[in-house]
């Protein structure tokens, strides 16, 4: 399995090569066609390179603190606290992830009504 070189999902088939130099660039692959389109936008700025921006990286460590405010809101905070940035970056990205999925496959279905159904499991 690969993985998205935008964002930690699957990659499905979507690649991109930067100006087809495949002498000198690697082929990334991507989950959908606007990870694409993202990654070959950065690739144009970036001389072929894809990687988290500064502003994503900067945004990742600005949740760190209103997460760990969550956490300490509703004592949990002891099992994440010796925990390494790194480790806290990820869960961070994988609900960030999460929320940005729900929202694109929402956007591709009429809303049928403007409540919210039950949520009889936190899972």
Not at 37 to 66: M, Y
């Amino acid at each position: 399995m690969s993985l998205c070189a935008v964002c930690p999902r699957e990659g499905r088939g979507f690649g991109y090569c930067h100006r087809l130099r495949w002498d000198r660039h690697a082929f990334h692959r991507f989950c959908s066609r606007r990870c694409q389109e993202i990654g070959a936008g950065l690739a144009e700025r970036n001389h072929g390179i894809i990687d988290k921006t500064a502003r994503e990286g900067q945004a990742i460590r600005d949740a760190r603190r209103p997460f760990a405010e969550a956490l300490t809101d509703l004592g949990l905070m002891e099992p994440f606290f010796n925990r390494s940035p790194a480790e806290i970056d990820r869960l961070i990205e994988a609900a960030v992830t999460g929320y940005i999925d729900s929202m694109q496959d929402q956007a591709a279905r009429k809303e049928r009504s403007g409540f919210l159904p039950d949520d009889p499991s936190s899972f």
